[in-house]
């Protein structure tokens, strides 16, 4: 697609306005709030997102940027994958995006190849980003997501505009399996050079079971690992969340911001449980048998899977899936300029005994709590992004000047002349 006017305005929105002009604005074209002071009718049908707004947020939310530095001093194989607008951890990230609207429940493939440092860098370029959603976007059903409108499912004071007709809403799920794998390996190995120092790796144990050895006892007798160097298995699951969880939260922030400058309404929505969300969604939720746990989501079959079993027949197979994507073919393209071979030289890999004692770690969690990870779930549904039209009549009758910008004001001329 060839860059238009109302793009190229977007793109010029100053930042610190978007900043600084970012309201929630919940009530859409179509909308009804139906008690309460701010009670209300809208006189105006619901307008659905076009296409090409819906290719924007997603742009501006979990867009690829092109190629990522990872300018690091030991770094890993370069990675294939586009950067993104949200800051990760690795390739591509941890975090998917499932988007519903009017039409139909999607999901948004990020197994996109960055081509150049920058992927849009003119004017003339920025029609990528409606190009890049046509392709990227799969189809997973038609109509949309059926979300109980009732609590606890979603608080009471989102039942009147949430995923209402007319309106897009964006969900962000983040993989906290895979990375825990990764935390795992770095704080066992020292050869690794990450939280393992040279005198021996973290003896990590599970302080919900009188602080035992999380499988380790074989690196502990041989010194692979320092049982001084104590790492509570808790911990090490809370800083796998932590890794993760900035992903999703920085995508509707994104978005959000992204509503500024194209004169959207919306909000950023957390006033739901998500499990029965993730069902909803089509997800596997696994409950271990003979022990008493909640169901743990783990993934939609053949769209985004956890790393552990049902996906792989044992955590082994998990771990050994994890980091055989190190290892595949060089990206095609690279920012740096030096030959392959240096920048290759600097590369890290795991040692065996760091996969063998990783492996351990992993098979104690999944055989002792029926689940990996073992207190918090593989799949996590923690917020969505809700855009819409607004309905200015109302926020004119409550609010007055300055509850809106002008992007909203002529929002309608703009983008739907």
């Known amino acids: 697609m060839m860059a238009s006017e109302p793009l190229n305005q977007a793109w010029a929105y100053p930042l610190f306005e978007a900043l600084y002009g970012r309201r929630s604005r919940r009530f859409g074209l179509g909308f009804e709030m139906p008690e309460g002071p701010y009670r209300y009718a809208s006189a105006h049908a619901p307008v659905p997102l076009t296409e ?15 190629l990522a530095f990872w300018d690091l001093p030991t770094p890993g194989p ?10 990760a951890t690795r390739g591509g990230g941890h ?13 948004l493939d990020d197994n996109v190849a960055a081509s150049k440092l920058r992927e849009i860098e003119t ?4 029609g990528k980003l409606f190009d890049i959603y046509r392709a990227q976007r799969r189809t997973l059903r038609r109509g949309r997501l059926d979300i109980p409108r009732r609590a606890p499912t979603m608080s009471a004071h989102d039942h009147w505009d949430s995923n209402r007709p007319g309106s897009t809403l964006f969900l ?7 990375e825990l794998i990764s935390l795992i390996a770095q704080f066992v190995d020292p050869a690794l050079r990450r939280y393992a120092p040279a005198s021996g790796g973290f003896n990590i144990v599970d302080d919900r ?7 380790t006892a074989r690196w502990l007798k041989s010194g692979f690992l320092n049982a001084e160097q104590v790492l509570p298995l808790s911990i090490l699951e809370r800083q796998a969340c932590y890794y993760v969880f900035s992903e999703p939260a920085a995508i509707c922030q994104n978005m959000f911001l992204a509503t500024e400058a194209l004169g959207l309404g919306g909000w950023k929505h957390c006033g739901f449980l998500s499990l029965e969300i993730l069902e909803r969604m089509g997800f596997r939720i696994v409950t271990p048998p003979g022990i008493a746990s909640f169901g743990n989501p783990v993934g ?10 049902p996906y792989y027949p044992t955590m082994d197979a998990a771990v050994d899936a994890f980091f055989a994507r190190g290892s595949r073919a060089q990206a095609a393209a690279v920012p740096y300029l030096m030959p392959e071979e240096q920048q290759r030289a600097g590369a890290l890999r795991i040692s065996a005994e760091g996969l063998a004692c990783t492996k351990a770690v992993c098979n104690y969690i999944y055989d002792t709590y029926g689940r990996f990870p073992g207190a918090t779930d593989a799949m996590h549904l923690m917020g969505a992004m809700q855009v819409h039209h607004i309905d200015t009549d109302y926020y004119d009758r409550f609010f007055g000047g300055g509850a809106y910008g002008a992007t909203h004001a002529s929002h309608m001329a703009t983008w739907h002349r």
């Open 95 to 107: 975090t998917a995006l499932f988007i519903t609207n009017d039409d139909g429940f999607y999901f």
């Open 300 to 309: 939609l079959d053949g769209v985004f899977e956890a790393s552990c079993p």
């Open 78 to 87: 370069y990675p294939r994958r586009s950067g993104r607008t949200f800051p």
């Open 123 to 126: 004017a003339d370029e920025r």
């Open 52 to 66: 090409l707004e819906e290719a924007l947020l997603v742009g501006a939310g979990a867009g690829f940027t092109g």
């Open 172 to 178: 962000p799920v983040c993989d906290v399996s895979a």
């Open 209 to 215: 079971q009188g602080f035992r050895p999380a499988g």
